[in-house]
């Protein structure tokens, strides 16, 4: 029978669910169990139907390819399995009960941190304690990894897809070292490098890292909805899944592979302005448009808020968020919501520090002035810098650049360039305006209607370029 606490508690966890969801968890946990079409669990029977790891496992591989890599299925398993109930002999069983899955779920994808973190602490280890670095480690990129394969499993990438970015195993590590600098020790020492894996952390350490560190929460989340296939097409109280990836465009059918990965595309849009995380569109390619400044200006300029991504000849990834449109003239431009990034070989992203306001700068053509592109820093000493002669750059920053604080970002301080991209992000500005690009003839209907009076053709209209559709959001 089941005792009052556990109904109680049960109950309580159901609850957290809008029925169509209750509905959804309970036809999951009934294929998995092997008793679909049994009506669902309403009645005390279903009440006794359990899953087996196998279970989870068969699940996965029903298909040719497995929504879920199996480290993570195991992991998931673990979680479940280590949810207490009332009245019975804890972690003993190898079966899962409706109940603990229900509690797993609710935990998960509805719970607060301190929910949370006992099952992620038995995800990431089956045995309780303190767990290592390493081992926190191991789970976080199992973590990206398998939210990377669930999101092309389930062709929801967007536009972007494994074959058309960087590979993203590299990525994925740089992204887990990244999310893993934060963990702190109770006082307040952020252990680094070989000394980090070999630390310890307790319950309230890992706990207070999950607290500050919200991708691991949305990833676990994206693991569940759609590794698992549940809550995926519900409606969604949150906006963190919706804009996880952006939809990307112009990229589509043009051969070419985007210097991001995947890992690094979610990273640094998760720190772009919230109304811009929804849409990146190539703008420039130096192995589509040619290496030559005054293309890269012709492709760039007044399109609104823009990331340029960079490597130089030594295979080092890095870039910057420009978050006004760029313009050719000979003062600093933007606002402090401009940072500076590195891809390859750390992840990371520095923003501004507030001692000057030295945020983007482009310039071409002028006698008393320096021509190229950069961001912070002061002239001659940029934190990122590409020279008019287009193909010389330089990241100069001992120890650190003022504007960004960020360090020296190429692997040689004076670099060449390899291949360049910028993406414009969130939607085209009204003057730049895709659908709207406006003519003088446009603006001033008035002209154009005169220019027609008088017999003249609309020279500029063939001058336009030509204009990409939305074809590729999937």
């Given at each position: 029978?089941?005792?009052?606490?556990?109904?109680?508690?049960?109950?309580?966890?159901?609850?957290?669910?809008?029925?169509?969801?209750?509905?959804?968890?309970?036809?999951?946990?009934?294929?998995?169990?092997?008793?679909?079409?049994?009506?669902?669990?309403?009645?005390?029977?279903?009440?006794k139907k359990t899953v087996t790891l196998a279970a989870l496992q068969a699940r996965q591989s029903a298909h040719t390819r497995e929504p879920l890599p199996e480290p993570m299925t195991a992991r998931l398993y673990s979680g479940m399995k280590s949810i207490d109930l009332p009245?019975?002999?804890?972690?003993?069983?190898?079966?899962?009960?409706?109940?603990?899955?229900?509690?797993?779920m609710s935990n998960l994808l509805k719970g607060n941190a301190d929910e949370k973190i006992s099952i992620i602490m038995r995800m990431i280890a089956k045995t309780g304690g303190p767990l290592k670095g390493k081992q926190i480690q191991e789970f976080t990129e199992d973590l990206?990894?398998?939210?990377?394969?669930?999101?092309?499993?389930?062709?929801?990438?967007?536009?972007?897809?494994?074959?058309?970015?960087?590979?993203?195993?590299?990525?994925?590590?740089?992204?887990?070292?990244?999310?893993?600098?934060?963990?702190?020790?109770?006082?307040?020492?952020?252990?680094?490098?070989?000394?980090?894996?070999?630390?310890?952390?307790?319950?309230?350490?890992?706990?207070?890292?999950?607290?500050?560190?919200?991708?691991?929460?949305?990833?676990?989340?994206?693991?569940?909805?759609?590794?698992?296939?549940?809550?995926?097409?519900?409606?969604?109280?949150?906006?963190?899944?919706?804009?996880?990836?952006?939809?990307?465009?112009?990229?589509?059918?043009?051969?070419?592979?985007?210097?991001?990965?995947?890992?690094?595309?979610?990273?640094?849009?998760?720190?772009?302005?919230?109304?811009?995380?929804?849409?990146?569109?190539?703008?420039?390619?130096?192995?589509?448009?040619?290496?030559?400044?005054?293309?890269?200006?012709?492709?760039?300029?007044?399109?609104?808020?823009?990331?340029?991504?960079?490597?130089?000849?030594?295979?080092?990834?890095?870039?910057?968020?420009?978050?006004?449109?760029?313009?050719?003239?000979?003062?600093?431009?933007?606002?402090?919501?401009?940072?500076?990034?590195?891809?390859?070989?750390?992840?990371?992203?520095?923003?501004?520090?507030?001692?000057?306001?030295?945020?983007?700068?482009?310039?071409?053509?002028?006698?008393?002035?320096?021509?190229?592109?950069?961001?912070?820093?002061?002239?001659?000493?940029?934190?990122?810098?590409?020279?008019?002669?287009?193909?010389?750059?330089?990241?100069?920053?001992?120890?650190?650049?003022?504007?960004?604080?960020?360090?020296?970002?190429?692997?040689?301080?004076?670099?060449?360039?390899?291949?360049?991209?910028?993406?414009?992000?969130?939607?085209?500005?009204?003057?730049?305006?895709?659908?709207?690009?406006?003519?003088?003839?446009?603006?001033?209907?008035?002209?154009?209607?005169?220019?027609?009076?008088?017999?003249?053709?609309?020279?500029?209209?063939?001058?336009?370029?030509?204009?990409?559709?939305?074809?590729?959001?999937?």
């Amino acid at each position: 029978k089941m005792g009052n606490a556990e109904s109680n508690a049960y109950q309580n966890h159901l609850s957290r669910f809008l029925p169509e969801e209750q509905s959804d968890i309970d036809g999951l946990f009934d294929t998995l169990s092997g008793t679909s079409g049994s009506g669902g669990a309403k009645n005390a029977k279903a009440a006794k139907k359990t899953v087996t790891l196998a279970a989870l496992q068969a699940r996965q591989s029903a298909h040719t390819r497995e929504p879920l890599p199996e480290p993570m299925t195991a992991r998931l398993y673990s979680g479940m399995k280590s949810i207490d109930l009332p009245g019975k002999s804890s972690g003993l069983s190898e079966q899962i009960a409706k109940e603990q899955f229900v509690i797993f779920m609710s935990n998960l994808l509805k719970g607060n941190a301190d929910e949370k973190i006992s099952i992620i602490m038995r995800m990431i280890a089956k045995t309780g304690g303190p767990l290592k670095g390493k081992q926190i480690q191991e789970f976080t990129e199992d973590l990206i990894m398998s939210v990377v394969h669930v999101l092309s499993y389930r062709k929801e990438l967007k536009g972007w897809s494994l074959e058309n970015t960087r590979d993203s195993s590299s990525g994925v590590k740089a992204l887990a070292s990244e999310l893993l600098s934060e963990l702190k020790l109770p006082d307040g020492t952020k252990p680094v490098g070989s000394q980090l894996l070999e630390t310890n952390f307790d319950q309230s350490a890992i706990e207070d890292w999950v607290y500050r560190v919200p991708q691991i929460s949305v990833f676990l989340s994206v693991v569940i909805r759609q590794g698992l296939h549940v809550l995926h097409s519900l409606p969604d109280q949150t906006n963190d899944i919706l804009n996880l990836v952006p939809h990307c465009k112009g990229i589509k059918g043009r051969g070419v592979v985007s210097l991001f990965d995947i890992p690094a595309i979610i990273y640094i849009n998760s720190h772009l302005p919230a109304e811009l995380q929804h849409k990146w569109q190539l703008l420039f390619s130096s192995r589509l448009h040619g290496e030559s400044f005054s293309q890269l200006c012709a492709h760039i300029v007044n399109k609104g808020p823009c990331i340029v991504i960079i490597r130089d000849l030594d295979g080092f990834l890095f870039g910057g968020f420009a978050s006004h449109s760029w313009e050719v003239k000979p003062q600093f431009q933007g606002d402090n919501r401009c940072f500076l990034f590195s891809v390859f070989p750390t992840l990371a992203v520095y923003t501004y520090t507030g001692y000057n306001d030295h945020y983007m700068y482009l310039n071409h053509g002028q006698q008393t002035m320096p021509n190229g592109l950069g961001m912070g820093g002061q002239h001659g000493y940029f934190g990122l810098w590409i020279d008019s002669d287009y193909g010389k750059g330089h990241s100069k920053a001992k120890p650190r650049c003022t504007t960004y604080n960020s360090p020296q970002l190429s692997a040689k301080e004076d670099f060449t360039l390899d291949a360049m991209e910028v993406w414009a992000v969130g939607d085209a500005p009204e003057s730049a305006g895709r659908k709207g690009k406006k003519s003088i003839l446009d603006v001033d209907p008035q002209a154009q209607a005169l220019l027609e009076m008088a017999g003249k053709s609309r020279q500029s209209e063939g001058l336009r370029e030509p204009i990409e559709e939305d074809e590729d959001d999937d």
